[in-house]
């Protein structure tokens, strides 16, 4: 007996390896009596029929993501709104976020159908850019929002607001605005500290910036931030949402970052280990 009913397979990777996992995951799926809908590169992978994105949202109890955090970025961005938990199966290179490994899935699968997993919450970030009173556009991010400049290599001047209080005003190639969940892509190549997956916090980090003393800075989600485009240095920059969904930027423009509201659940089997991660993903000592 399981506590789900309808599951939701998601994968944007193609290759041999995807597609006998997803071939293995279906078959363990229908053997479970679980419902099965399939979004469109896994529907591809395994000739069958694919649900709309946001139609399949609507439907599942439960998302299994197969490949790396990429995929898992996506879906869980979609995913969100509708409170729908996400276990991710790695078929990617680093694996922060999946944790499943596809010689252990069914063992794995089977605990967690079952209820024996452990659940955490990962904060989102919410971004809107504004030209005067025009609204550029908003989207949402898992691991970070991104100032930078966009097709040169050039610093960029901006202002930053915390609260309505001003921080600083800075020449750098750019910002980035990190959750925890973000803590250990971007920003901490860009110098950043690593926080806790469970903190409420948020991190502004420069990208190579111009002034020596400019240090990444931890704030709580409640605060609500604020970054003005300078015009002492008008070059083109871009607004991104993990990697992607650019929104084209000038001088004069605002941006405004405040944590979303829904956050993103996602499940791990019962002997899940975030510092065994950072261990074997960053390449730490071992234990003495």
């Not at 006998?20 to 992978?45: D, M, R, W």
């Not at 009173?133 to 915390?162: C, S």
């Not at 190549?189 to 800075?217: D, F, M």
Request: with cysteine; proline share 5%.
């Amino acid at each position: 007996m399981t506590l789900f009913t309808t599951a939701g397979i998601f994968s944007r990777q193609d290759g041999e390896a995807v597609t006998a996992t997803l071939h293995k995951l279906y078959a363990f799926l229908s053997q479970q009596g679980l419902k099965i809908l399939l979004n469109t590169q896994a529907a591809h992978l395994l000739q069958n029929t694919a649900v709309p994105d946001e139609l399949l949202a609507q439907q599942i109890d439960l998302a299994i993501v197969v490949g790396g955090d990429g995929t898992l970025l996506t879906a869980g961005r979609l995913l969100a709104d509708f409170q729908v938990p996400i276990v991710g199966v790695n078929l990617g290179r680093m694996g922060f976020l999946v944790d499943v490994l596809p010689a252990q899935m069914q063992e794995q699968l089977t605990a967690i159908l079952q209820g024996d997993y452990l659940e955490d919450e990962r904060c989102l970030l919410k971004a809107c850019a504004w030209r005067g009173e025009e609204k550029l556009g908003q989207n949402i991010a898992l691991n970070d929002v991104v100032l930078h400049a966009r097709n040169e290599v050039r610093m960029i001047e901006f202002t930053t607001y915390i609260d309505g209080f001003f921080v600083n005003t800075q020449r750098a190639d750019g910002l980035v605005i990190s959750t925890p969940t973000g803590s250990t892509a971007y920003a901490l190549s860009s110098g950043g500290p690593i926080l806790h997956t469970s903190l409420e916090a948020s991190i502004l980090v420069p990208i190579s910036p111009h002034t020596l003393t400019s240090r990444p800075i931890v704030i709580p989600n409640q605060s609500s931030i604020e970054i003005e485009m300078g015009s002492d240095r008008p070059v083109e920059a871009l607004l991104s949402f993990d990697g992607h969904h650019d929104i084209p930027l000038i001088s004069g423009d605002r941006i405004k970052i405040n944590a979303s509201p829904k956050k993103m659940r996602l499940l791990h089997p019962r002997h899940y280990d975030y510092y065994h991660i950072l261990r074997s993903k960053l390449h730490w000592g071992t234990q003495l």
